[in-house]
Structure formats: C-alpha cells, structure tokens
C-alpha cells in the first residue's frame, strides 16, 4: 500500500461534486443546505487542491529520484493574486467546477468574490517573482519559492477626505485553504549571543552561542504549472516561539510574561514592511531577513538532499537567486553552515558559496540599496558580521593585486562601507559572493554596468548581464481578458498560452478590418466590466465612451504621478478658463491606482492632491462629459485584472534611468494598450519591439538627464518658461482644489519649483505634446486599434517564460525535469 501511487479525483462533474461533497461535509463539517458561502468557497478550494495534490506529489518523487538542480528562489514578497481561478486554468477544471457547483445550486462567481487575495508584497518586485513561479512550474523547471507567510500583508488602503488612511490587512481571518503547514519541518533559527573559538583535533574552529531562538514553520502553497500536470512548492516561512508557554512563569500568576515569548516570536513574520524603495534600517527587518534565509538553505540541505550529500557538489544541485539585496545575509548563513556545522575549510566553502548565489539588483535609487550597521548586525548575527569581515578582507585583498594600492577604489568597493557610519552593503556583499548579477532590464543592466556597481563590472566583466522582465500570460491574459484570449486562440490556436512569441500572428490580421472590428469590441466590452466592478466596488462610473487613460503603480516621486497631475490640471485650466472649447478635447477619464509607503509623506500629499483635482473636475459641469478623474482605493493584483484589459493608455513616465524596468508597462501593451512613455527601463524594449509608430515616446533620455544634472538644473526656469505650466502650478497653489486653502498643496508645489529631483518641470512640455499626439491618434479609432493590435503581437517577447528561459541559459542552467 505505501507505495501506491496518490490518485486524483476523476476529472469529472460527478468526480468533482463528490469530492465537494465529502471536503464540505468533513472538512468544513456542514451540509449544503446549512452552508455558507465561505464554507462552500473553502471547500471548493480543498477540492481544487486535492486535483492538486497527487500531481505534487508525483512531481516532489520525480524531481528527488532524477537527482535535478533545483532555482530556489529567495525573495521577500510574493505578490501572488488570487488563487482560484489560476489553480483551475492550470488543471483544466474551470469548466468542471462551474458545472458541478451549478449542480449543488452555487454560482461559482459568488463564491470567486469571497477570496481574499494573499498581499505578500510591495509591488513589482513581489509581483515579478510570482510571475517567475508560475512560468518555472509551466516550463516544468524544478523550483521551490522560499518567502515569508505573513499574518498581515501589504495594509488595505482607504482614503478619508482625499487621505490615504491603512488597515491591517488580516487576509487569513477567514482561513487559508491554499496552503498547509509542515510542523514537522520546522527549522530552529537563532538571533544573538557571542562566538567562540574552539580546538577541533588541533584545527581551530569557530562555533557561535545564540542567545535566543524562535521556530520557523513552513507552509506549502502548490504552484501548478499550466496544462502540464506538473506543481512546484511555494515554502512560506512562519514564525513560533520555540517554547511557546512558559508554565513556571504562569504557575507564579505572571500570565501576560508566560506567553511573551510566544507573542515575541511571533512578531517576526507578523507583518510585511510596506516600503517599496526606502529601507528602514528597522531589527525586525534584519530579523525577517535571516529568519526566512536561514530556514530556506537548511530546509534545502535537510529536506531536498538526500542524508549523505556530498556538500562540494552543492552547485549540481541548487542555486539560490537572490531576489534583490533583502536575502543576501544568506551569503555568510551558508558560509557558517558548511565551515562551522559541515567542518568545511574556508576556502573550499566559499568557492561552493560562490557558485550556488546570484543576485537580480531591481532599482537604481541609491537610497533602495540596503546597508546594516555592523552594530546592528554584530549584535544580531555575530558569527555572520565575522564571517562578512573576512569575505571583505580576501576580497579587498583581490583588488589590490588586481588594482594596486588604489586606496579611494580600495574604500569604493569595501562591503564594509565608513559613512556615515560604519555598516555593510548588501549589495557589494551580493555582487562579490554571486556567480552572476543581472539587472532586469536592458537599459537598468547598463547602468548597473557603468554607474552603480561599476568597479566591480570592470573587475568581474563576465559576471554581469542582463534578463529583461516577464509577465505571466496565463493570469495576465487569459484570466485578466478572457475575450481578447477567445479571440486570439480564434486566429491563432491555443499554443500561445505557452509560447508567447506566436502572437507575431496577429500582426497580419492587424490590416483585416473585420478583426479591428472585433478587437474593438473586446476593448469596449472590457471597459463596461470595469465599470461594473467599480461601481460595485466603489459606487463609481466609467465612460466607455471615454478614453481611459491609466496610471497604476506604486506612488512614488521617481514614477511622477506629478507629469500626470499636470497634464490634467493643464486640460481642466484650459477649458475652465475658457481657453479651450470643451468640444475639442477628447473625453478621457483618468484612471489612478497607487499606495504610498506610510512613512513617505510626499507621496500620501500626492494622493491626497489627485483625489482633490479629481473631486473638483468630477464636479465642474463645464468640464462635464470631457474629463473624468477615478482613483479606486486599495489598487492590487485584482483590480489591477480588471483595469488594465479596459485601458486605452498606458502611462509609463519615469524619469529616464530611475525605472529599473516596470511590469505594468508590459501587461498594458500584451491587453491592447498604447504606452505613453520615456526611453527608461522596459519602455525602451517595448518600444524597439512594437515600433515607434505604435509608442508615444517622450522626455529626456538617460545621458540627456545626466546631462541637465550636471550643468545644474533650475526647475523655476522651466516655470518662467512655460505658461502651461506656470497656469497649472498656479492654479494649485491658488488652493482651487483644496477649497481655497492655499497651504494644503504648497509643499507639493514648492518641492517641484526649488527641487524637483525627478525633473518633473523639464519634461513638462514634451510630455503635453506627446499627450497631443495621443488625441490626434485616438480621434482615428480604426488607426488606434490597428495600432493596439500590433502592441499585442510584437509584446510576445515580454512573457516571464522568456525570462525564465534567459536565466536558464546565461545563470541558472536547469534544464526542465520531463
Ligand atoms: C527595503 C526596501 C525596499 C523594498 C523593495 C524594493 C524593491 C526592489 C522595489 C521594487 O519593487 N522594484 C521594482 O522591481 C520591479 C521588478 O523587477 C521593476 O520592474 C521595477 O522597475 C522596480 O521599481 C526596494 C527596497
């Protein structure tokens, strides 16, 4: 018996129904007619994952007898979305399920409302990485995404008069059918103390007394690959005390301390940090960091390996990708595993760790590079800081019999940075200990190359390269746009699902009318979904006669929500003042979805400033029926599958060489959108592939930015120069959409006058000129959609499945297991 194969249910509607039947009667514990829909909703989830299962496990089997190299991805976000409906695509049950609940009387579309989407992430990088698993588990590479199971992901946004306001987002209130623990694998990992030397039959070794532990359970989420049977492991670390009730301490009536080693414990994986680009330098962050790094190497070493393993051969069978800087402290964790725990020798332990880390760098702003006082580090982890030390020291030694006694390349390059106190930078530390270190995206990778990390791209050459970001198709076409799915699968077959490049078909039939025809209505059909689901969501209506023009991302300065602000306030002032006939401006309706990081003021006065301007203009009859202004609260995964299929216009307005590469960018083009954008990260490969008929492109480029930098940049100039401008700064700072009150937007306004970092002002005209281009080119609906055709069939190089085959060949070289 024990080794007979697990056998799914039939996949069938009577299969599936009795296999509903059983999880709503025995794991849920009700009958259908007593149950609700959250019990019918969990059951059907347990049903969807016992498909799962046998599969997981043949899989688990398969991947252990072949022996295969393993990604281990690292990353400390997974922004996974909803998982219902991705979970019955890859299974091929979706039309199953919708049947066999329509026997026992359910709307499966009641029941795909009630799930909470996991928020285990920021934004793009969080995102990325959920694209990347879904695209290993389809390409059948073997793959286990090690993360953090946080009890609170990102926080819900609500906004109060205008103002972001956060939530707790407590995503597991109602259950989490998608995942199940492991206590059995829990690993041990321990924070403080000292270290010690010791005599090891005459070899001097190191050992390190913790002062304290906590226990790291993991949870499996199966990620299934599509239409390929095939399920790779999602591992979510959470954190428990390792004893978690203290009964001496309760007997003596102290119950609040008896348990605080619980409640201690606990806090490291309670809550995602919410900033996206600015770290805080925060403990329990470092904490966080070391927590889920230390039980992913050892959960791999323990539980994928088998007993015996000959640790030199380490690199056959793993490599560990660093998923930016926040994972790096797994660098020494593997050092001290091999030299303190498995007594390897130094030398031969780092030329293993070496060759089992590379590291993906996702942002150019300095202030997004992660550095840890050695203080701070050296009281947390005081064998790592010593072990860091000495990765320094021999590499430090490298440069100079490489370099000579170069004493300012010598401070340059130290993973030990001096100011403005004393601390170590993760991203040197990535770059010196990784086999490789991409950028992700062309241009981003350049710039890696001859600015951020360039003393070490001239000493390490071969080390650096470049894999341009990928979105998945399976949810970002075929569950976000069903209709535009139907319609290429009509044209095309099916294969494009998993083999993107075959969009370049459609290029053809971008010249047959017919086509244009009914693409255009997949497009209008979109916008009256999204107008549905807000009004549903948040009582608001979409003009599907409108133009949409969309702006959703995370809010931040360098991504200049501001050049949008502007260009609306620009069109209102316009037609308010009389200046321009309301009949010659194209109805658009500006779409904004943005969180802000709490502690980033600038960026919550920018959301409170969109949501004023869209109340005023949402209110002026003489604007009426031309400009709309909507701003959903709480903009994530799901919204986002709602929006992007209805947009018309992508805004994608960086300043040139702040991007690393964006992923929206590529979700609008693959939904039939045209880009607004600047020559900064992806926008650059998107418009070499879709042509620059088919992109507005505007701004400075990169060297042009620098340029302007260096000769000293005086914003106010571009304020004297423009009346535009000067008319919509002015009418800003008027307080005309802050009822007269001139104080709320001033620091808005007056950051862009006398700073303006992201040059929001210089690219001003250049930006209302392509903005002129897009109403010229929109008032020919026919040439718009020919042209939205083409973003679609020439974007099929933007598909993570592309990414991951990029990484396969020039880092990873882990040929899918078949
Ligand atoms: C510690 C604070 C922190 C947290 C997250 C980050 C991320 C790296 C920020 C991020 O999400 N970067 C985005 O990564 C995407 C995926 O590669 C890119 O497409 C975006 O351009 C980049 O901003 C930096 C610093």
């Not at 969180?595 to 949501?611: D, E, F, Q, S």
Request: charged residues 25%; glycine residues 6%.
């Amino acid at each position: 018996l024990a080794l007979a194969p697990v056998v799914s249910p039939p996949s069938s509607v009577d299969g599936f129904v009795k296999q509903f039947l059983t999880n709503l009667n025995f794991d849920q514990g009700v009958s259908l007619s007593e149950s609700d829909a959250n019990d019918q909703y969990l059951a059907l989830a347990g049903t969807v994952r016992d498909y799962l299962m046998a599969r997981w496990l043949e899989d688990q089997a398969r991947q252990n007898e072949q022996q295969s190299k393993t990604v281990c991805y690292l990353s400390a976000e997974y922004l996974l979305g909803r998982q219902l409906d991705n979970n019955l695509l890859a299974a091929r049950l979706t039309d199953i399920a919708t049947d066999a609940l329509a026997q026992c009387g359910i709307d499966i579309n009641d029941l795909r409302e009630l799930e909470v989407e996991p928020g285990l992430g920021n934004g793009g990088l969080g995102r990325l990485a959920a694209c990347f698993i879904d695209s290993l588990a389809t390409m059948s590479v073997p793959n286990i995404g090690y993360g953090i199971r946080y009890e609170y992901g990102i926080f819900r946004q609500t906004f109060v008069d205008g103002e972001q306001v956060e939530q707790p987002d407590a995503w597991l209130r109602m259950g989490s059918p998608w995942d199940f623990p492991h206590p059995e694998a829990a690993q041990t990992i321990s924070f403080g103390g000292r270290t010690e030397t010791y005599d090891d039959n005459g070899t001097e070794r190191t050992r390190w007394i913790p002062d304290w532990s906590v226990l790291a359970v993991p949870y499996n989420m199966m990620v299934p690959g599509y239409h390929n049977g095939r399920v790779n492991t999602l591992r979510l670390w959470r954190a428990v005390a390792t004893n978690a009730f203290d009964l001496r301490i309760f007997n003596s009536g102290d119950y609040e301390e008896s348990v605080r080693a619980q409640t201690f414990a606990e806090n490291i994986s309670k809550v995602l940090y919410p900033e996206d680009s600015t770290p805080q330098g925060k403990e329990l962050r470092l904490q966080q960091q070391y927590f889920f790094v230390s039980a992913s190497i050892r959960d791999f070493i323990d539980t994928v390996l088998p007993a015996d393993y000959d640790l030199t051969k380490l690199p056959d069978r793993v490599i560990f990708q660093l998923n930016d800087t926040h994972p790096v402290i797994g660098v020494p964790e593997l050092m001290r595993v091999l030299i303190d725990e498995k007594g390897m020798e130094w030398d031969d332990a780092w030329a293993i760790t070496q060759q089992c880390f590379a590291y993906t760098c996702h942002t150019l702003l300095p202030e997004a590079l992660e550095v840890w006082p050695v203080d701070l580090l050296g009281r947390l982890l005081p064998r790592h800081l010593e072990i860091i030390y000495r990765i320094n020291e021999e590499f430090l030694e490298e440069v100079r019999e490489r370099f000579g006694d170069d004493m300012l390349r010598i401070r340059n390059m130290s993973i030990i940075g001096e100011h403005p106190y004393r601390s170590v930078r993760m991203a040197y530390l990535a770059t010196v200990a990784g086999a490789k270190v991409n950028g992700v995206a062309e241009l981003h990778s350049q710039l890696l190359r001859d600015k951020v990390l360039h003393d070490f791209a001239e000493m390490y050459p071969d080390k650096f390269t470049n894999v341009t970001n990928g979105i998945t198709p399976r949810r970002f076409i075929r569950l976000a746009n069903p209709s535009l799915a139907e319609l290429i699968t009509e044209a095309l077959g099916a294969g494009w699902t998993i083999d993107l490049e075959r969009l370049r078909g459609l290029e053809a039939l971008a010249e047959d009318p017919e086509f244009r025809e009914r693409f255009g209505a997949v497009k209008a059909a979109n916008k009256r979904r999204l107008n549905e689901v807000l009004f549903q969501r948040d009582g608001v209506h979409v003009d599907e006669t409108h133009m949409l023009d969309v702006m959703v991302k995370r809010l931040h300065e360098y991504k200049r929500q501001m050049l949008k602000v502007l260009h609306i306030v620009t069109l209102y002032d316009g037609i308010a003042s009389g200046r321009v006939a309301a009949a010659d401006v194209t109805p658009r309706t500006f779409i904004f979805g943005a969180k802000a990081a709490p502690g980033y003021a600038m960026a919550k006065r920018i959301i409170h400033l969109i949501n004023a301007v869209g109340s005023v203009v949402n209110n002026d009859p003489r604007v009426e029926g031309r400009l709309k202004v909507i701003f959903p609260p709480n903009y994530n995964v799901t919204l986002a599958e709602k929006v992007i299929p209805a947009a018309d216009l992508s805004e994608q307005i960086s300043l040139a060489g702040k991007e690393a590469s964006g992923t929206g960018n590529m979700k609008f083009a693959l939904n039939g959108a045209l880009t607004i954008g600047t020559d900064d990260g992806a926008n650059v490969e998107i418009r070499q592939l879709v042509g620059d008929d088919n992109f507005f492109l505007f701004g400075m480029t990169e060297p042009e930015v620098e340029v302007l930098w260096a000769q000293g940049y005086t914003p106010a100039d571009f304020y004297q120069a423009h009346a535009g401008l000067r008319g919509a700064l002015d009418l800003i700072s008027s307080g005309a959409f802050s009822e007269g009150d001139r104080s709320v937007f001033e620091p808005v306004v007056s950051n862009l006058l006398y700073d303006d970092r992201f040059m929001v002002l210089a690219d001003y005209a250049s930006y209302i000129a392509a903005q002129e281009r897009v109403d010229a080119a929109y008032a020919d609906q026919d040439a718009w959609t020919k042209s939205a055709i083409l973003n679609v069939a020439r974007s099929g190089f933007f598909s993570s499945d592309r990414s991951m085959r990029d990484y396969i060949d020039r880092i990873w070289h882990t040929p899918p297991v078949l």
